[in-house]
Protein backbone atom coordinates (compact mmCIF):
# COMPACT_ATOMS: atom_id res chain seq x y z
CA UNK A 1 0.00 0.00 0.00
CA UNK A 2 1.84 2.89 -1.38
CA UNK A 3 1.25 7.02 -0.55
CA UNK A 4 -2.12 7.79 -1.23
CA UNK A 5 -3.60 11.51 -1.05
CA UNK A 6 -5.22 12.83 1.66
CA UNK A 7 -7.55 15.43 2.52
CA UNK A 8 -10.32 16.39 4.37
CA UNK A 9 -12.02 20.25 4.07
CA UNK A 10 -15.44 19.43 5.94
CA UNK A 11 -17.47 17.21 7.76
CA UNK A 12 -19.89 16.62 5.17
CA UNK A 13 -17.83 16.33 1.83
CA UNK A 14 -18.45 12.88 0.01
CA UNK A 15 -16.45 10.31 2.15
CA UNK A 16 -13.42 8.59 -0.18
CA UNK A 17 -11.18 6.94 2.57
CA UNK A 18 -11.13 6.07 6.16
CA UNK A 19 -9.81 4.68 8.94
CA UNK A 20 -11.22 2.01 11.13
CA UNK A 21 -10.07 -0.52 13.71
CA UNK A 22 -12.17 -3.70 13.83
CA UNK A 23 -13.03 -5.16 17.88
CA UNK A 24 -10.42 -7.25 18.62
CA UNK A 25 -10.16 -9.99 21.48
CA UNK A 26 -8.53 -6.83 23.85
CA UNK A 27 -12.50 -5.85 23.74
CA UNK A 28 -13.62 -9.12 25.15
CA UNK A 29 -11.03 -8.92 28.29
CA UNK A 30 -12.74 -5.81 29.52
CA UNK A 31 -13.38 -6.72 33.40
CA UNK A 32 -16.00 -4.77 35.92
CA UNK A 33 -13.39 -3.85 38.56
CA UNK A 34 -11.45 -2.17 35.27
CA UNK A 35 -14.06 -0.78 32.75
CA UNK A 36 -13.63 3.01 33.76
CA UNK A 37 -10.07 2.84 34.18
CA UNK A 38 -10.59 1.83 30.46
CA UNK A 39 -12.98 4.38 29.66
CA UNK A 40 -16.03 2.00 29.42
CA UNK A 41 -18.89 2.32 31.30
CA UNK A 42 -19.84 -1.67 31.11
CA UNK A 43 -18.45 -4.40 29.88
CA UNK A 44 -19.86 -5.52 25.82
CA UNK A 45 -20.27 -8.87 24.57
CA UNK A 46 -17.75 -9.29 21.75
CA UNK A 47 -19.32 -11.52 19.33
CA UNK A 48 -22.16 -9.43 19.67
CA UNK A 49 -20.58 -6.06 19.19
CA UNK A 50 -18.40 -7.61 16.47
CA UNK A 51 -21.24 -10.32 14.67
CA UNK A 52 -24.29 -8.34 15.24
CA UNK A 53 -23.14 -5.04 15.03
CA UNK A 54 -19.82 -3.39 14.29
CA UNK A 55 -19.45 -5.79 11.14
CA UNK A 56 -22.57 -3.95 9.39
CA UNK A 57 -20.49 -0.76 9.63
CA UNK A 58 -17.71 -2.27 7.80
CA UNK A 59 -19.89 -3.68 5.13
CA UNK A 60 -21.77 -0.23 4.47
CA UNK A 61 -18.66 1.41 4.38
CA UNK A 62 -17.28 -1.08 1.87
CA UNK A 63 -19.99 -0.70 -0.26
CA UNK A 64 -19.57 3.40 -0.72
CA UNK A 65 -15.93 3.50 -0.76
CA UNK A 66 -14.69 0.22 -1.74
CA UNK A 67 -17.75 -2.38 -3.86
CA UNK A 68 -15.10 -4.14 -5.49
CA UNK A 69 -14.08 -5.49 -2.14
CA UNK A 70 -17.55 -6.73 -0.93
CA UNK A 71 -20.38 -6.74 -4.13
CA UNK A 72 -21.04 -10.21 -4.83
CA UNK A 73 -19.67 -11.67 -1.11
CA UNK A 74 -22.55 -11.08 0.94
CA UNK A 75 -23.72 -14.70 1.30
CA UNK A 76 -20.70 -15.86 1.30
CA UNK A 77 -18.88 -13.13 4.19
CA UNK A 78 -22.05 -14.16 6.59
CA UNK A 79 -22.49 -18.02 5.93
CA UNK A 80 -22.06 -19.36 9.44
CA UNK A 81 -19.68 -21.91 9.47
CA UNK A 82 -17.15 -19.18 8.36
CA UNK A 83 -14.62 -18.11 10.63
CA UNK A 84 -14.71 -14.18 10.25
CA UNK A 85 -11.62 -14.11 8.19
CA UNK A 86 -12.90 -11.18 6.13
CA UNK A 87 -12.28 -8.85 8.95
CA UNK A 88 -9.65 -10.40 10.58
CA UNK A 89 -6.26 -8.30 9.51
CA UNK A 90 -3.88 -11.85 10.09
CA UNK A 91 -6.53 -13.49 7.61
CA UNK A 92 -5.43 -14.66 4.42
CA UNK A 93 -9.50 -13.53 3.50
CA UNK A 94 -8.93 -10.02 4.89
CA UNK A 95 -10.70 -7.99 3.06
CA UNK A 96 -7.57 -5.73 2.58
CA UNK A 97 -8.93 -2.22 0.81
CA UNK A 98 -6.83 1.54 0.26
CA UNK A 99 -10.31 2.89 1.09
CA UNK A 100 -11.58 1.43 4.05
CA UNK A 101 -7.69 1.03 6.11
CA UNK A 102 -7.65 -0.82 9.17
CA UNK A 103 -5.06 -0.20 11.68
CA UNK A 104 -3.69 -3.28 12.54
CA UNK A 105 -2.97 -4.07 8.89
CA UNK A 106 -1.36 -0.80 8.53
CA UNK A 107 0.94 -1.78 12.21
CA UNK A 108 1.70 -5.58 10.56
CA UNK A 109 3.21 -3.66 7.61
CA UNK A 110 5.52 -1.54 9.11
CA UNK A 111 6.67 -3.77 11.62
CA UNK A 112 8.04 -6.08 9.04
CA UNK A 113 10.80 -3.48 9.27
CA UNK A 114 13.41 -4.55 11.13
CA UNK A 115 14.45 -1.26 12.65
CA UNK A 116 10.90 -0.01 12.96
CA UNK A 117 9.93 -3.20 14.61
CA UNK A 118 13.37 -3.00 17.67
CA UNK A 119 12.28 0.43 18.47
CA UNK A 120 8.60 -0.28 18.81
CA UNK A 121 9.09 -3.11 20.86
CA UNK A 122 11.73 -1.26 22.92
CA UNK A 123 8.86 1.30 23.19
CA UNK A 124 6.12 -0.81 23.99
CA UNK A 125 7.80 -2.66 26.86
CA UNK A 126 9.32 0.53 28.26
CA UNK A 127 5.28 1.92 28.64
CA UNK A 128 4.17 -1.90 30.08
CA UNK A 129 7.25 -2.30 32.06
CA UNK A 130 8.07 -5.38 30.63
CA UNK A 131 10.91 -7.73 31.36
CA UNK A 132 13.61 -8.06 29.29
CA UNK A 133 12.99 -11.60 28.40
CA UNK A 134 9.43 -10.92 27.03
CA UNK A 135 11.32 -7.75 24.70
CA UNK A 136 13.28 -10.58 23.30
CA UNK A 137 10.75 -12.86 23.41
CA UNK A 138 8.37 -10.46 21.08
CA UNK A 139 11.37 -8.95 19.10
CA UNK A 140 11.18 -13.29 17.60
CA UNK A 141 7.32 -12.42 16.85
CA UNK A 142 6.26 -12.08 13.12
CA UNK A 143 4.84 -9.28 12.21
CA UNK A 144 1.25 -9.57 11.92
CA UNK A 145 1.19 -11.53 15.47
CA UNK A 146 3.39 -8.67 17.35
CA UNK A 147 0.70 -6.33 15.37
CA UNK A 148 -2.28 -8.40 17.21
CA UNK A 149 -0.15 -8.30 20.36
CA UNK A 150 0.12 -4.65 20.39
CA UNK A 151 -3.24 -4.17 19.96
CA UNK A 152 -5.06 -6.79 22.77
CA UNK A 153 -1.93 -7.62 24.84
CA UNK A 154 -2.07 -11.61 24.33
CA UNK A 155 -1.05 -13.73 21.06
CA UNK A 156 -2.78 -15.52 18.75
CA UNK A 157 -4.78 -17.75 20.73
CA UNK A 158 -3.98 -17.45 23.84
CA UNK A 159 -5.15 -16.53 26.89
CA UNK A 160 -2.37 -15.23 28.48
CA UNK A 161 -2.21 -11.46 29.22
CA UNK A 162 1.11 -9.78 28.42
CA UNK A 163 0.03 -6.55 29.21
CA UNK A 164 -3.35 -4.70 29.02
CA UNK A 165 -5.53 -4.52 25.76
CA UNK A 166 -6.02 -1.52 24.27
CA UNK A 167 -9.83 -1.45 24.10
CA UNK A 168 -10.59 2.08 23.24
CA UNK A 169 -9.00 1.80 19.37
CA UNK A 170 -12.03 1.23 18.04
CA UNK A 171 -12.44 5.17 18.41
CA UNK A 172 -9.73 5.74 15.82
CA UNK A 173 -11.33 9.32 15.63
CA UNK A 174 -9.59 9.86 18.96
CA UNK A 175 -5.73 8.97 17.82
CA UNK A 176 -5.58 11.77 15.05
CA UNK A 177 -7.34 13.95 12.89
CA UNK A 178 -6.65 15.14 9.05
CA UNK A 179 -7.03 19.19 8.69
CA UNK A 180 -7.11 20.26 4.84
CA UNK A 181 -3.86 17.95 4.17
CA UNK A 182 -2.03 18.25 7.52
CA UNK A 183 -2.23 15.22 10.26
CA UNK A 184 -2.63 16.57 13.96
CA UNK A 185 -1.93 13.73 16.50
CA UNK A 186 -3.81 13.64 19.95
CA UNK A 187 -2.23 13.14 22.98
CA UNK A 188 -4.33 11.43 25.14
CA UNK A 189 -5.59 12.56 28.63
CA UNK A 190 -6.14 9.22 30.39
CA UNK A 191 -2.91 6.08 30.75
CA UNK A 192 -5.27 4.05 28.96
CA UNK A 193 -4.59 5.46 25.65
CA UNK A 194 -0.86 6.24 26.05
CA UNK A 195 -0.03 2.53 23.40
CA UNK A 196 -2.47 3.93 20.91
CA UNK A 197 -0.82 7.07 20.63
CA UNK A 198 2.30 5.47 20.68
CA UNK A 199 0.96 2.70 17.79
CA UNK A 200 -0.43 5.74 15.25
CA UNK A 201 2.29 7.74 15.52
CA UNK A 202 4.79 5.04 14.40
CA UNK A 203 2.24 4.57 11.47
CA UNK A 204 1.73 8.13 10.54
CA UNK A 205 5.61 8.49 10.22
CA UNK A 206 6.58 5.49 9.20
CA UNK A 207 4.36 3.80 7.20
CA UNK A 208 4.85 4.22 2.84
CA UNK A 209 0.89 5.46 2.49
CA UNK A 210 1.60 8.60 4.84
CA UNK A 211 5.04 9.61 2.69
CA UNK A 212 4.28 12.21 0.96
CA UNK A 213 2.43 13.93 4.41
CA UNK A 214 5.28 13.13 6.47
CA UNK A 215 6.45 17.33 6.94
CA UNK A 216 2.83 17.86 7.23
CA UNK A 217 2.60 15.95 10.85
CA UNK A 218 1.75 18.60 13.49
CA UNK A 219 2.67 16.87 17.45
CA UNK A 220 1.64 19.35 20.18
CA UNK A 221 4.57 19.83 22.75
CA UNK A 222 4.12 20.00 26.75
CA UNK A 223 5.19 23.20 28.06
CA UNK A 224 8.56 23.33 29.70
CA UNK A 225 6.73 24.37 32.86
CA UNK A 226 4.50 21.36 33.13
CA UNK A 227 7.30 19.29 34.07
CA UNK A 228 7.75 20.63 37.53
CA UNK A 229 3.74 20.84 38.45
CA UNK A 230 2.06 17.94 40.40
CA UNK A 231 1.10 14.51 38.49
CA UNK A 232 -1.89 15.79 39.17
CA UNK A 233 -2.57 18.63 37.93
CA UNK A 234 -4.23 19.64 35.04
CA UNK A 235 -2.62 23.22 35.17
CA UNK A 236 -0.73 23.83 32.07
CA UNK A 237 -1.23 19.91 30.75
CA UNK A 238 -1.59 19.49 27.11
CA UNK A 239 -3.96 16.98 25.86
CA UNK A 240 -6.24 16.84 22.77
CA UNK A 241 -8.46 13.84 21.41
CA UNK A 242 -9.31 13.95 18.05
CA UNK A 243 -13.58 13.79 19.21
CA UNK A 244 -12.96 17.45 20.14
CA UNK A 245 -11.89 18.71 16.59
CA UNK A 246 -14.06 19.07 13.55
CA UNK A 247 -12.74 20.09 10.08
CA UNK A 248 -16.01 22.56 9.38
CA UNK A 249 -14.56 24.19 6.03
CA UNK A 250 -11.48 24.84 4.19
CA UNK A 251 -10.32 27.38 6.76
CA UNK A 252 -12.40 26.99 9.88
CA UNK A 253 -11.94 24.42 12.88
CA UNK A 254 -13.33 23.92 15.74
CA UNK A 255 -10.99 22.47 18.47
CA UNK A 256 -13.29 21.60 21.95
CA UNK A 257 -11.86 22.19 25.43
CA UNK A 258 -13.62 19.01 27.10
CA UNK A 259 -13.24 16.42 29.65
CA UNK A 260 -10.48 15.00 27.01
CA UNK A 261 -9.28 18.60 25.92
CA UNK A 262 -7.10 20.77 27.63
CA UNK A 263 -7.42 24.91 27.43
CA UNK A 264 -3.27 24.73 27.16
CA UNK A 265 -3.86 22.27 24.29
CA UNK A 266 -6.12 23.92 21.99
CA UNK A 267 -4.47 27.54 22.78
CA UNK A 268 -1.39 25.69 21.16
CA UNK A 269 -3.13 24.15 18.45
CA UNK A 270 -4.67 27.57 17.50
CA UNK A 271 -1.23 28.90 17.39
CA UNK A 272 0.40 25.91 15.32
CA UNK A 273 -2.96 25.95 12.82
CA UNK A 274 -1.94 29.54 12.55
CA UNK A 275 1.79 29.47 12.37
CA UNK A 276 1.79 26.88 9.96
CA UNK A 277 -1.16 28.73 7.61
CA UNK A 278 -3.30 25.55 8.02
CA UNK A 279 -6.35 27.26 8.32
CA UNK A 280 -7.52 31.30 8.67
CA UNK A 281 -10.34 30.64 11.48
CA UNK A 282 -10.68 28.76 14.95
CA UNK A 283 -13.36 28.54 16.96
CA UNK A 284 -12.96 27.17 20.72
CA UNK A 285 -16.01 25.24 22.08
CA UNK A 286 -15.61 25.09 26.05
CA UNK A 287 -18.14 22.40 27.66
CA UNK A 288 -18.86 21.19 30.65
CA UNK A 289 -16.23 18.50 31.92
CA UNK A 290 -18.39 16.06 32.43
CA UNK A 291 -18.20 12.42 31.95
CA UNK A 292 -21.76 13.07 30.15
CA UNK A 293 -20.02 15.26 27.22
CA UNK A 294 -16.87 13.90 26.98
CA UNK A 295 -16.08 15.43 23.47
CA UNK A 296 -17.58 18.16 21.40
CA UNK A 297 -18.90 15.60 19.08
CA UNK A 298 -21.10 13.95 21.19
CA UNK A 299 -22.86 17.30 21.65
CA UNK A 300 -23.59 18.07 18.39
CA UNK A 301 -22.31 16.73 14.38
CA UNK A 302 -23.39 18.24 10.92
CA UNK A 303 -25.76 16.42 8.70
CA UNK A 304 -25.81 18.95 6.01
CA UNK A 305 -24.40 22.34 5.00
CA UNK A 306 -27.91 24.25 6.30
CA UNK A 307 -28.89 20.54 9.53
CA UNK A 308 -27.13 19.99 12.52
CA UNK A 309 -27.95 17.39 15.83
CA UNK A 310 -27.30 19.11 18.69
CA UNK A 311 -28.54 18.20 22.31
CA UNK A 312 -30.86 21.17 22.85
CA UNK A 313 -29.28 21.82 26.58
CA UNK A 314 -26.71 23.95 24.58
CA UNK A 315 -29.75 25.79 22.43
CA UNK A 316 -30.84 29.36 22.28
CA UNK A 317 -33.90 28.67 24.48
CA UNK A 318 -31.82 26.97 27.12
CA UNK A 319 -29.56 29.33 27.48
CA UNK A 320 -31.70 32.36 27.36
CA UNK A 321 -34.37 30.89 29.69
CA UNK A 322 -37.20 31.96 27.42
CA UNK A 323 -39.41 29.94 28.63
CA UNK A 324 -39.07 30.53 32.66
CA UNK A 325 -41.00 33.22 34.58
CA UNK A 326 -39.40 36.32 36.29
CA UNK A 327 -39.13 34.35 39.46
CA UNK A 328 -37.55 31.47 37.78
CA UNK A 329 -34.56 33.61 35.96
CA UNK A 330 -33.61 35.08 38.95
CA UNK A 331 -33.31 31.72 40.94
CA UNK A 332 -30.95 30.54 38.21
CA UNK A 333 -27.98 29.65 39.91
CA UNK A 334 -26.00 27.19 37.39
CA UNK A 335 -22.51 27.66 37.61
CA UNK A 336 -20.20 28.66 34.99
CA UNK A 337 -18.48 25.62 34.54
CA UNK A 338 -21.72 24.00 33.49
CA UNK A 339 -22.39 26.00 31.01
CA UNK A 340 -20.91 26.34 27.22
CA UNK A 341 -18.58 28.97 26.06
CA UNK A 342 -17.11 29.74 22.46
CA UNK A 343 -14.86 32.57 21.01
CA UNK A 344 -13.32 32.76 17.35
CA UNK A 345 -10.03 33.29 16.92
CA UNK A 346 -9.06 35.02 13.24
CA UNK A 347 -5.77 34.41 12.01
CA UNK A 348 -6.19 38.08 10.46
CA UNK A 349 -6.47 39.74 13.81
CA UNK A 350 -6.24 37.14 16.73
CA UNK A 351 -6.22 40.33 19.04
CA UNK A 352 -10.20 41.13 18.10
CA UNK A 353 -11.82 37.30 18.50
CA UNK A 354 -15.70 36.69 18.61
CA UNK A 355 -18.08 35.64 21.44
CA UNK A 356 -20.98 33.51 20.56
CA UNK A 357 -24.02 33.18 23.46
CA UNK A 358 -24.44 30.00 22.53
CA UNK A 359 -23.76 26.54 20.56
CA UNK A 360 -27.15 27.77 17.70
CA UNK A 361 -25.29 30.84 17.31
CA UNK A 362 -22.22 29.53 16.18
CA UNK A 363 -23.32 26.97 13.99
CA UNK A 364 -25.80 29.24 11.96
CA UNK A 365 -22.49 31.31 11.51
CA UNK A 366 -20.87 28.59 10.18
CA UNK A 367 -23.58 27.54 7.79
CA UNK A 368 -24.15 31.16 6.55
CA UNK A 369 -20.29 32.59 6.61
CA UNK A 370 -18.52 28.87 5.72
CA UNK A 371 -21.28 27.31 3.72
CA UNK A 372 -22.83 30.38 1.98
CA UNK A 373 -26.26 28.92 3.24
CA UNK A 374 -28.66 31.59 3.02
CA UNK A 375 -31.82 30.08 3.21
CA UNK A 376 -33.31 28.62 6.67
CA UNK A 377 -31.12 26.52 8.99
CA UNK A 378 -32.19 23.76 10.72
CA UNK A 379 -31.35 21.99 14.12
CA UNK A 380 -32.74 18.49 15.05
CA UNK A 381 -32.64 17.42 18.80
CA UNK A 382 -31.43 14.75 20.34
CA UNK A 383 -34.36 12.61 22.19
CA UNK A 384 -36.85 15.01 19.89
CA UNK A 385 -36.13 17.82 23.12
CA UNK A 386 -38.29 15.74 24.90
CA UNK A 387 -36.93 15.41 28.95
CA UNK A 388 -35.67 13.14 29.96
CA UNK A 389 -35.29 11.61 26.51
CA UNK A 390 -33.14 14.04 25.46
CA UNK A 391 -30.42 13.25 27.72
CA UNK A 392 -30.78 9.87 27.60
CA UNK A 393 -29.99 9.44 24.08
CA UNK A 394 -27.18 12.26 24.12
CA UNK A 395 -25.67 9.61 26.42
CA UNK A 396 -25.72 6.43 23.66
CA UNK A 397 -24.44 9.12 21.11
CA UNK A 398 -27.98 10.68 19.28
CA UNK A 399 -25.16 13.78 18.80
CA UNK A 400 -22.36 11.47 17.15
CA UNK A 401 -23.42 10.93 13.62
CA UNK A 402 -20.95 9.93 10.61
CA UNK A 403 -21.67 11.45 7.55
CA UNK A 404 -20.89 9.28 4.56
CA UNK A 405 -21.80 12.38 2.10
CA UNK A 406 -24.00 15.50 3.23
CA UNK A 407 -27.32 14.56 4.38
CA UNK A 408 -26.47 10.79 4.43
CA UNK A 409 -25.58 9.91 7.92
CA UNK A 410 -25.46 6.73 10.31
CA UNK A 411 -26.09 6.19 13.80
CA UNK A 412 -27.72 4.30 16.34
CA UNK A 413 -31.33 2.11 16.42
CA UNK A 414 -32.15 2.90 20.10
CA UNK A 415 -32.43 6.65 19.67
CA UNK A 416 -36.25 6.06 19.14
CA UNK A 417 -36.85 10.26 19.39
CA UNK A 418 -34.42 11.05 17.68
CA UNK A 419 -35.30 8.90 15.01
CA UNK A 420 -38.59 10.56 15.17
CA UNK A 421 -37.25 14.09 15.09
CA UNK A 422 -34.76 13.22 11.66
CA UNK A 423 -38.49 12.11 10.38
CA UNK A 424 -40.45 15.56 11.51
CA UNK A 425 -37.29 16.91 9.77
CA UNK A 426 -37.86 14.99 6.53
CA UNK A 427 -35.35 12.48 6.38
CA UNK A 428 -35.97 8.62 4.99
CA UNK A 429 -34.75 6.41 7.46
CA UNK A 430 -33.85 2.77 6.37
CA UNK A 431 -32.10 0.30 8.66
CA UNK A 432 -28.69 -1.07 7.24
CA UNK A 433 -29.82 -4.55 6.65
CA UNK A 434 -32.26 -3.51 4.31
CA UNK A 435 -29.94 -1.29 3.08
CA UNK A 436 -27.48 -3.89 2.15
CA UNK A 437 -29.53 -6.03 0.47
CA UNK A 438 -30.76 -3.31 -1.44
CA UNK A 439 -27.14 -2.70 -2.69
CA UNK A 440 -26.27 -6.35 -3.20
CA UNK A 441 -29.67 -6.93 -5.50
CA UNK A 442 -29.09 -3.29 -7.06
CA UNK A 443 -32.26 -2.19 -5.92
CA UNK A 444 -30.47 0.56 -4.16
CA UNK A 445 -28.14 3.40 -5.90
CA UNK A 446 -26.10 4.72 -3.75
CA UNK A 447 -25.87 8.25 -5.96
CA UNK A 448 -29.08 8.32 -5.61
CA UNK A 449 -29.40 8.04 -1.69
CA UNK A 450 -29.91 11.71 0.28
CA UNK A 451 -31.59 12.82 3.40
CA UNK A 452 -31.13 9.47 4.97
CA UNK A 453 -30.72 8.61 8.34
CA UNK A 454 -29.20 4.64 8.09
CA UNK A 455 -30.15 2.56 11.24
CA UNK A 456 -27.40 0.71 12.93
CA UNK A 457 -27.61 -1.93 15.51
CA UNK A 458 -26.39 -0.82 19.05
CA UNK A 459 -26.85 -3.55 22.01
CA UNK A 460 -23.30 -3.77 22.41
CA UNK A 461 -21.42 -1.04 20.88
CA UNK A 462 -23.30 2.33 22.42
CA UNK A 463 -22.10 0.53 26.34
CA UNK A 464 -18.44 1.20 24.77
CA UNK A 465 -19.73 5.15 24.79
CA UNK A 466 -18.74 6.17 21.15
CA UNK A 467 -21.11 6.77 17.97
CA UNK A 468 -19.67 5.89 14.15
CA UNK A 469 -18.32 9.87 14.00
CA UNK A 470 -15.98 8.56 16.92
CA UNK A 471 -15.16 5.20 15.05
CA UNK A 472 -14.04 7.00 12.38
CA UNK A 473 -11.09 8.88 11.00
CA UNK A 474 -11.88 10.24 7.71
CA UNK A 475 -8.64 10.41 5.59
CA UNK A 476 -10.23 11.70 2.53
CA UNK A 477 -13.21 13.63 1.38
CA UNK A 478 -14.37 15.38 -1.55
CA UNK A 479 -14.96 18.98 -1.22
CA UNK A 480 -18.44 20.53 -0.51
CA UNK A 481 -19.36 21.86 -4.06
CA UNK A 482 -20.53 25.85 -3.93
Wanted: hydrophobic share 40%.
Amino acid sequence: MGSEKISVTSEIGLLKRVLVHSPDSGLGKVVPSKAQDWLFEDIVHLETIRRKEYDYYIKLLLYFLDPEKIKGKLSDIDRPDQDFGFYKPSSDAFYRSSKVIEIEYLLAEILAQKDIKLKLVASVCAIENCSYELQDELMKAEPKELAHIFITGTFFKKTTMLFPPVPNFIFTRDIGIVINDYILLNKPAKQARTREALLMKYIFFNHPFFEAYRNKIIELPETPHRFLLPSDSVEKSVTLEGGDIMVVSRDHVLIGVSERTSLEAAHIAVKTLFEKNVVQKVSVVKIPMKRDYMHIDTVFTQVKRNVWVMLGKFSRKHVKKEDADEIQKNLDTRKKEDLISIIQFKKEDIAHPILFDNLEDLLVDISQQDHGYKGRIQFIYSGNNEFPFDVREQWTDSCNLLALKEGVVLGYDRNDKTLEAFQKAGFETIHVKDLLNGLESGAVDISQLKDTFIVMPSAELSRARGGFHCMSMPLLREPLEN
